[in-house]
């Protein structure tokens, strides 16, 4: 089982969709969540760090869910700039700190 | 430009050469990661140094890898002997060493084995 799972999709969706992402990890003392965006040949942005409250920015909203070991990202009204692969990261405490990777989920928002 | 800086952005190599790749980090970024991409899969962990010190190696680094920091500044990434499966993104981020703070990455260098 990898660390970090994601559905590659790609979520195909219309402009003004909503549309929600869903990472599942698989070590329990993973304390640091993040949301990267990461466009075509282009390097991994940060797009939002995720809290245990959760959070929001804007048309995107991060959940996390201890007890299922899952986070997950919201992004309301789409827009064609969106279009993106959504790369979900996930980092341990003490010791060796290694953010580690999702193979990332593609969204592709058409007019 | 105070971002994370990568040299060079590619570098296509026949199988059997040396490549060394530098990566510059923020300045006041005492960590630094390197990482490799490759087409579908999100970047996997190959080596981080606090400092000069290299911490962790990833099962994934065969002995043809090495990466040093000597000065706790910037890094190289060497292979040797390349293979066509080291055709890939090597991507290199930094970061504070603080809990839930963001790495940084480089724009990568691309690297083609022919």
């Known amino acids: 089982r990898k660390e970090v799972e994601q559905d590659p999709g790609p979520f195909n969706v219309p402009e003004g969709a909503t549309v929600a992402f869903n990472c599942t990890y698989s070590n329990s003392a993973s304390q640091s969540f993040f949301w990267y965006r990461q466009d075509c040949r282009k390097e991994p942005k940060l797009l939002m760090s995720v809290y245990s409250s959760g959070n929001e920015d804007g048309r995107f909203t991060a959940q996390l869910n201890r007890a299922s070991q899952y986070i997950s990202l919201l992004i309301r009204d789409s827009k064609l700039s969106d279009s993106a692969t959504y790369l979900c990261?996930?980092?341990?405490?003490?010791?060796?700190?290694?953010?580690?990777f999702g193979r990332g989920t593609s969204l592709i928002v058409h007019p | 430009d105070t971002g994370v800086s990568q040299n060079p952005r590619h570098k296509i190599t026949k199988r059997g050469q040396n490549v060394t790749f530098r990566c510059d980090p923020i300045s006041e970024h005492n960590r630094l990661y390197w990482y490799r991409q490759t087409l579908g899969q999100g970047p996997e962990f190959l080596t981080y140094?606090?400092?000069?010190?290299?911490?962790?190696k990833s099962r994934l680094l065969s002995d043809r890898f090495s990466a040093e920091r000597p000065k706790g500044s910037f890094s190289t990434l060497e292979i040797q002997r390349t293979e066509q499966g080291d055709s890939a993104m090597y991507l290199c981020?930094?970061?504070?060493?603080?809990?839930?703070?963001?790495?940084?990455f480089g724009q990568g260098t691309r690297l083609t084995v022919v």
């Open positions: 990261v996930v980092g341990l405490s003490g010791g060796s700190y290694i953010p580690t």
């Open positions: 981020a930094s970061s504070l060493a603080n809990l839930n703070t963001e790495a940084f």
């Open positions: 140094f606090q400092n000069e010190a290299q911490l962790e």
